[in-house]
T-cell receptor, first 114, second 112 residues
Framework: DSGVTQTPKHLITATGQRVTLRCSPR?????VYWYQQSLDQGLQFLIQ???????AKGNILERFSAQQFPDLHSELNLSSLELGDSALYFC?????????????FGNGTRLTVT | DAKTTQPTSMDCAEGRAANLPCNHS???????VYWYRQIHSQGPQYIIH???NNETNEMASLIITEDRKSSTLILPHATLRDTAVYYC?????????????FGTGTRLQVTL
């Protein structure tokens, strides 16, 4: 158990809808990262937050947004969903803003868009 | 971040050592080598990381060549539960934002 909690584990929704994925980092971790894993793209970095502020951005679509709250949990919002958004979405956390502290991953949310 | 090259797949007999190679010939002096694994769509699991010295923990050993252009992850006594995709990642140390960039990894199959 990595200590990173993601909810829900599974989500099935229709095209055009909006969903929110939630992540609780390990106790004491200030950085949260979001990744997307689809069959044809592998693990893709989306965005990172540190102590409530956005710190790095990857290939995140404009339809997607994220935030980190004062209690350090994070949410990833996906809107106007398309079939191609079906994927596993992983959250990770680490102790420091950067440095060499390893990332610890949750077990993901499996999103299916029908 | 430096690019890494790993074999697509490898097999290992249970109880034997699994040696997973990784080439990172363009690595720079302030880049670390990390290894993660992913078991059947679970979240990636951190294994070990190092800069230039060999490292060992309860899961594995990491051997980095003197020129740092390649490394080997060693699972000393592989079990069926070690069947997974193993990712070798080079990560830049910046002191600030530092994501991990995953490649395609090596699919390790441990067999009886």
């Amino acid at each position: 158990d990595s200590g990173v909690t993601q909810t829900p584990k599974h989500l099935i929704t229709a095209t055009g809808q909006r969903v929110t994925l939630r992540c609780s980092p390990r106790s004491g971790d200030l950085s949260v990262y979001w990744y997307q894993q689809s069959l044809d793209q592998g693990l893709q970095f989306l965005i990172q937050y540190y102590n409530g502020e956005e710190r790095a951005k990857g290939n995140i679509l404009e339809r997607f947004s994220a935030q980190q709250f004062p209690d350090l949990h994070s949410e990833l919002n996906l809107s106007s969903l398309e079939l191609g958004d079906s994927a596993l979405y992983f959250c990770a956390s680490s102790e420091l803003q950067g440095g060499i502290s390893p990332l610890h991953f949750g077990n993901g949310t499996r999103l299916t868009v029908t | 971040d430096a690019k890494t090259t790993q074999p697509t797949s490898m097999d290992c007999a249970e109880g034997r050592a699994a040696n997973l190679p990784c080439n990172h010939s363009t690595i720079s002096g302030n880049e670390y080598v990390y290894w993660y694994r992913q078991i059947h769509s679970q979240g990636p699991q951190y294994i070990i990381h190092g800069l230039k010295n060999n490292e060992t923990n309860e899961m594995a050993s990491l051997i980095i060549t003197e020129d740092r252009k390649s490394s080997t992850l060693i699972l000393p006594h592989a079990t069926l539960r070690d069947t997974a995709v193993y990712y070798c990642i080079v990560r830049l140390y910046t002191g600030t934002a530092s994501k991990l960039t995953f490649g395609t990894g090596t699919r390790l199959q441990v067999t009886l």
